[in-house]
């Protein structure tokens, strides 16, 4: 197989996914060469009908960047190495999508992984039977807000930063290999990332996985934007009983137990408070699902929980119960949550 070294493919065109391709795009004065991984038919007209360019508007300035090369995947019968690979699918279909260029990819790999929830690079990892072809691993809990205006077309709505580091199951490829990547990110000024070391990561992608745990499936449910979850003592006593389950799971992980961070139920709570306030007006990525008919991620969020929380023997009922409602497309009034919900683990 041929190389691409120093390349960095991108799978995964979605808002995040532009955003990241843009900014590595506009590293001054040498941005890395990237490749963008087109993996539905319809993407390479959508890319023809763009002018073949990506255009980011931040505060109401837009920014074209022309510079890619675009490969059809679907159709593509390459087996060129792709040495760095940036993910940004959906949870759902993160295992499919990898999977697509798995033969393509080894220890000399790096593949960096920017999604809500927990559980796709265990499933990833899956793919690779014997540890030492594993390529390396990295995760980045990205704060920042974007929403599309059409293919190829988005907004940066929201400037925040980007947290990036190694995952510990790594492979058996060396740090430095990652380290390209990892440089190239934090090089890019536009996503304003900074690299931790990989236990402050996982802490950092446990924080967010109880913050959204409570502002995706509770606005789906009840319809309405981050900020309406603290406008009702129902949903702010529902969102206790949750976390308390999720304290519980969270403190019982046995990768979790240096004692640096305790993951109290009054710590969560008051994240998730502080989230949801500063993203009052926001639409939340699982109420947009909802009404646009589309698969949720709650496998990779409060399912995540729920599946540790009975590996450890730990009570998760109301967990399991978001769960099944999100599922079933669930439409719930602040008058129905004691129906539901068991409110005595409050």
């Not at 995952?167 to 740090?175: E, K, N």
């Amino acid at each position: 197989m041929a190389t691409n070294v120093g390349r960095i493919h991108v799978l995964g065109l979605g808002n995040l996914g532009l955003l990241f391709a843009h900014s590595l795009a506009k590293i001054s004065p040498s941005p890395p060469p990237i490749t963008l991984l087109l993996h539905r038919r319809n993407l390479l007209q959508d890319w023809e009908a763009s002018g073949q360019q990506i255009e980011i508007t931040t505060n109401s300035v837009p920014s074209t960047s022309n510079t890619f090369q675009v490969e059809d995947v679907t159709a593509s019968s390459s087996t060129d190495t792709i040495e760095n690979l940036i993910v940004t699918t959906k949870t759902i279909r993160t295992k499919q999508a990898v999977e697509s260029v798995k033969h393509r990819l080894g220890p000399t790999s790096t593949i960096l992984f920017c999604q809500n929830g927990m559980g796709t690079i265990d499933e990833v990892a899956t793919l690779f039977s014997n540890q030492q072809d594993r390529p390396n691993f990295l995760a980045a809990i990205t704060k920042h807000g974007v929403y599309s205006t059409g293919p190829f077309k988005s907004v940066h709505a929201g400037l925040a930063n980007v947290t990036i580091g190694q995952v510990s199951l790594g492979a058996s490829a060396t740090s430095k290999q990652a380290q390209y990547l990892v440089d190239r990110i934090v090089e890019a000024k536009i996503l304003a990332a900074t690299e931790v070391a990989p236990q402050e990561l996982l802490y950092l992608q446990l924080e967010k996985l109880a913050i959204n745990s409570i502002v995706n499936p509770l606005t789906a449910l009840f319809r309405v934007k981050n900020g309406e979850l603290l406008e009702h003592d129902e949903i702010t006593g529902l969102s206790e009983v949750l976390l308390a389950e999720t304290s519980a799971v969270l403190q019982s992980l046995p990768e979790a137990k240096d004692g640096r961070i305790k993951f109290t139920k009054q710590e969560l709570m008051d994240k998730f408070v502080d989230s949801a306030t500063k993203t009052a007006g926001n639409t939340s990525s699982m109420l947009q699902d909802i009404k646009a008919s589309r698969e949720t991620e709650i496998d990779y969020i409060n399912g995540w929980i729920v599946n540790r929380g009975k590996e450890q023997g730990t009570k998760v009922d109301n967990n399991e119960k978001v769960v099944g409602l999100i599922k079933q497309r669930s439409s719930l009034t602040v008058g129905e949550v004691d129906r539901h919900f068991d409110q005595g683990s409050r």
